[in-house]
């Protein structure tokens, strides 16, 4: 296993090194300039959108579920533990200032996934037996032709291991509970066996369900507590953005317990988090919104959009901005550890439930959203007939966490990051163009009917 470890971690550090952050980069800012900026000139739209009771299933139209559906899914996947665990390492490792460079992944990374949710819609399958097949495979294959199929097999591959290998979420999971309240870690990783088959054997559908259920609860407790807490240090927020500008810019000096960051480690570190956090670029939760019963490309692009909003500006850099504040950065904590200090040095005892609270919602949903990706994935390997075996050893496949260590499972999730990322850029970029012209023709549509 500590060979196994080794290798993930050397490689890593080169699926997802400057070169695969420059790409992510890149090919978020050439989206949005392509799209000339409509996921924030329009992100008003997109936040009422999803609170509009006209948002329904349309009525012959492919799909599994309504497009809000489409969005919570996405969300379930989205809001994972790196909404706390993510961004506190992200701060141990990279300063205050990963937290910046978080908030540029998202601000460019909303028309990465505006892009990746209207090429979903675009480009899907439906099996003969009703299931939608939808993705960034499905993507590839049918918008760059026959000649790219290598490439959506390539990036089928990779979600595979993704999907089925450790899982820093199961990992996690285990660690509070086990910290918290003295559960073993097979215990909880049998619990989540059990629990995760049980919703995915009733497919799209009830995992959708489970997505709506708790997905607004969950965010919406964090959210209260996070607010809470600043509100109790609002004298301190203005510092606390500073620190986050200044040191994006110019790297963390060493303070108390914490090493000091370089202005790499901050770009390096804020980015990684931030993909996982919301994982545009990715192409994971492509695979949400093309299963969502709508053929308004434009407008599942825009709730994918909305998506990467609220996972990273808002729910991310609530905890960031706890920590900040806190002062608990420097410290030398880092993961769980140090959102738990965070919290509790604004109100003593609440950092341990409300940390273990968002842990096991968080990635609970995150585990599920993942079954629905790595299935689907499998099936366009395999078939379609490869679904129902997949979901089962997609469940199997959670004690994985239980047995690497979380440093071992944050690598291996690099690892995958990159190797994941890779495909889909390259489809991006390639069909880039057929977003910008069908998006453009049907807003003019809208406008001039």
Not at 29 to 48: A, D, H, N, S
Not at 75 to 89: Q, R
Not at 283 to 305: E, I, R
């Amino acid at each position: 296993m500590e060979t196994f470890q080794r290798f993930v971690a050397a490689a890593s550090e080169v699926t997802f090194g400057p070169f695969t952050v420059a790409l992510i980069l890149g090919t978020g800012f050439y989206l949005t300039v392509g799209l000339r900026f409509i996921t924030w000139r329009r992100l008003g739209e997109g936040l009422r959108l999803m609170v509009d009771k006209r948002l329904v299933a349309q009525k012959g139209a492919a799909g599994e579920y309504s497009p809000r559906d489409g969005l919570m899914t996405a969300l379930a996947g989205m809001v994972g533990i790196g909404k706390i665990v993510g961004v506190a390492t992200a701060i141990h490792l990279g300063g205050p200032g990963a937290l910046f460079w978080m908030w540029i992944s998202a601000f460019v990374g909303m028309a990465t996934r505006y892009a990746e949710a209207y090429l979903a819609v675009t480009y899907r399958e439906v099996s003969p037996n009703g299931s939608t097949l939808a993705g960034p495979m499905y993507y590839i294959k049918h918008g760059l032709g026959p000649k790219w199929t290598w490439l959506g097999g390539m990036y089928a591959a990779f979600a595979c291991i993704q999907a089925f290998g450790p899982s820093a979420q199961s990992n996690t999971i285990a660690d509070v509970l086990g910290s918290s309240l003295g559960v073993s870690a097979w215990t909880t990783e049998v619990f989540l066996t059990i629990s995760i088959l049980a919703v995915l054997i009733g497919g799209a559908k009830r995992l959708a369900g489970a997505a709506n259920a708790l997905v607004p609860f969950m965010v919406g407790v964090y959210l209260l507590a996070g607010l809470v807490v600043l509100a109790m240090n609002i004298g301190k927020i203005p510092a606390a953005f500073g620190e986050i500008l200044s040191s994006a810019l110019t790297g963390s000096a060493a303070v108390g317990g914490f090493a000091g960051a370089a202005l790499a480690e901050a770009i390096k570190f804020g980015v990684a988090r931030g993909i996982f956090a919301n994982e545009a670029g990715l192409g994971s939760a492509a695979v949400a919104h093309g299963t969502a019963q709508s053929n308004d490309a434009v407008q599942q692009g825009m709730l994918g959009a909305v998506g990467v909003f609220i996972d990273t500006i808002v729910v991310c850099s609530i905890t960031g901005l706890v920590i900040v504040v806190s002062g608990t950065w420097q410290t030398g904590e880092t993961g769980t550890a140090l959102a738990v200090m965070a919290f509790d040095a604004a109100i003593p005892g609440l950092g341990g439930p409300v940390v273990a609270f968002g842990v096991v919602l968080f990635g609970y949903t995150t585990l599920l959203a993942w079954g629905l990706y790595g299935s689907r994935a499998a099936a366009y390997l395999f078939g379609e007939r490869a679904l129902g075996p997949a979901r089962f050893l997609y469940s199997l496949s959670v004690p994985l966490g239980a047995v690497v260590t979380l440093e071992g499972a944050w690598q291996f999730v690099d690892l995958t990051l990159g190797l994941m990322a890779a495909p889909n850029l390259i489809a991006l970029i390639l069909l880039g163009p057929k977003v910008f012209k069908g998006t453009r023709e049907q807003i003019a549509k809208e406008q001039h009917p």
